[in-house]
């Protein structure tokens, strides 16, 4: 079969557009994809170990030793108090809950939808997600305080017969956190079998070892191909609606309260697409420096990808601006003065500059850059884009929780919130999440070879003897 199935130029490609512009009509033989991949992933300069020691450093003092100072001290020395009792460890629990929802829903939902420009990308994306949960669970254990006795958040039996507080939402975080972390681990873990299976035949030592247990004694039959494909169709159907669940949870923390601002309907859909608008910015600020940092990555993340993830910022940021909005306009409308001064606070209050701010990262940055596709095929500019836009994202939820705490019906209570060491441990926590993805790019292959292989099979006229087989490019 091989041998006579010869590729033959698309016939219905335009004039001016150079199919090897696109990844699926530029194949390489599957073995040099392969060994490109396997040599990005064993191939480490000095530069890596330079920013690898810097994040190491910034993760044992910013958040081991800063942990550690206010595990000791207690939480007198972060800036909670009454009556902000939740500070920034809650906005760090929201923005890393949305940065981790749109990796897994970037890979469903194009997997679903059978958006062939996914391919190459979708690993990246959820391996995001599954370190971004880690960095919200650590929140929620540094909002705890006394973190050794978390266990007391898992329900089960206990001599005295003491049950977790089911009405308490540090309860409800835990659930979610926990139920996501496990759907999206196994979605992770499922395409990756194959290509366990394949950094196995490649290495030797302790990673040939490694990948011989992850690999699961994959070798490719068409059995293995087929149980494969049908759960990962199962898991991709299936995670969308988790993830919307999950999110919406996240947004009963604050609609459930009687706080001003807060009392609001439309939290839940706002929410989700809030984890959407920074979560694909985040993708797209790390697709960015896997092509930049990565040998060969060039090859396998093109502008045409950095094209179809800033559409969809720019279709998300439209949506979050019609959510924002609603949300908005609805208690101005409604007439409740307590509603109002919350709106006048963030509007006019000491941190103003907070609430424009974040309009115009969230708003006018990628509306004024990702209509226009050169711009939006620039990685480095879709790259920046995504930077502000989480900047943006990070400061919406500053302004729904410590400033929507300070606003409540008792003004004589009213205090500004003032950070204190949980600025040390958001700043450990990014550094976290980036040197558990520099970790993972020398173990685990970040591109999915054999599903951008099967793309560029799919989308390759071949000619079999005297018939001329149409690929899936024909017939879509």
């Known amino acids: 079969m091989t041998s006579l199935a010869k590729p033959l130029a698309r016939p219905h490609a335009e004039e001016h557009e150079d199919p090897r512009e696109h990844l699926m009509h530029d194949p390489l033989p599957r073995g040099k994809m392969n060994e490109m991949v396997m040599e990005a992933m064993h191939e480490t300069n000095w530069k890596f170990w330079v920013v690898t020691g810097i994040l190491a450093v910034l993760v044992a003092t910013c958040l081991g030793y800063a942990w550690y100072y206010l595990i000791d001290k207690g939480l007198g020395v972060a800036g909670v108090n009454m009556p902000v009792f939740w500070g920034i460890f809650l906005v760090d629990v929201v923005f890393w809950i949305g940065i981790s929802h749109a990796g897994t829903f970037i890979s469903a939902i194009l997997r679903v939808l059978k958006v062939e420009s996914r391919r190459p990308f979708t690993r990246a994306a959820e391996l995001m997600t599954t370190f971004g949960l880690v960095q919200a669970a650590i929140s929620v254990f540094m909002h705890m305080g006394r973190v050794w006795l978390s266990y007391w958040m ?24 926990s139920t996501y972390l496990l759907c999206s681990t196994m979605y992770l873990f499922l395409p990756l079998i194959p290509d366990m299976a394949m950094a196995r035949d490649r290495s030797t030592g302790w990673r040939k070892t490694l990948y011989k247990i992850l690999g699961l004694g994959f070798r490719g039959t068409e ?25 919406t949870i996240v947004s009963w923390d604050f609609a459930m309260a009687s706080r001003p601002g807060w009392s609001s309907t439309v939290f839940g859909p706002y929410f989700v697409i809030g984890a959407l608008h920074s979560g694909m910015a985040a993708v797209a600020i790390v697709l960015f420096l896997l092509r930049s940092t990565m040998k060969h990555y060039k090859y396998f993340i093109r502008p045409e990808h950095f094209d179809t993830i800033g559409m969809l910022m720019l279709l998300v940021s439209m949506a979050w601006a019609y959510f924002y909005f609603n949300d908005y306009i609805v208690p101005w409308y409604g007439g409740d003065v307590w509603d109002k001064l919350f709106q006048e606070w963030a509007e006019k209050g000491p941190l103003w500059y907070l609430w424009y701010t974040m309009l115009f990262c969230n708003i006018v940055v990628p509306w004024s850059i990702l209509w226009n596709k050169k711009w939006r095929r620039t990685p480095w500019l879709l790259a920046s884009a995504g930077i502000l836009i989480n900047v943006g994202m990070w400061l919406e939820r500053y302004i729904i929780i410590p400033e929507g705490l300070t606003i409540n ?26 040197l558990l993805y520099m970790l993972a790019s020398r173990v685990i292959p970040l591109i999915p070879v054999w599903e951008v292989q099967e793309g560029q099979e799919a989308h390759l006229l071949r000619k079999i003897g005297k018939a001329e087989i149409p690929t899936l490019s024909e017939l879509e």
């Open 409 to 434: 019906r008792m003004p004589f209570t009213w205090r500004l919130y003032i950070p204190g060491v949980e600025i040390a441990l958001t700043v450990g926590m990014f550094a976290l999440f980036l």
């Open 154 to 177: 898992a329900p089960i039996p206990n001599e005295r017969m003491i049950w977790p507080d089911f009405h308490s939402p540090l309860m409800w975080d835990f659930m979610a956190i």
């Open 223 to 247: 059995g293995e191909w087929k149980n494969l494909t049908t759960a990962m169709n199962l898991f991709a159907f299936a995670i969308i609606p988790v993830m919307f669940s999950v999110h």
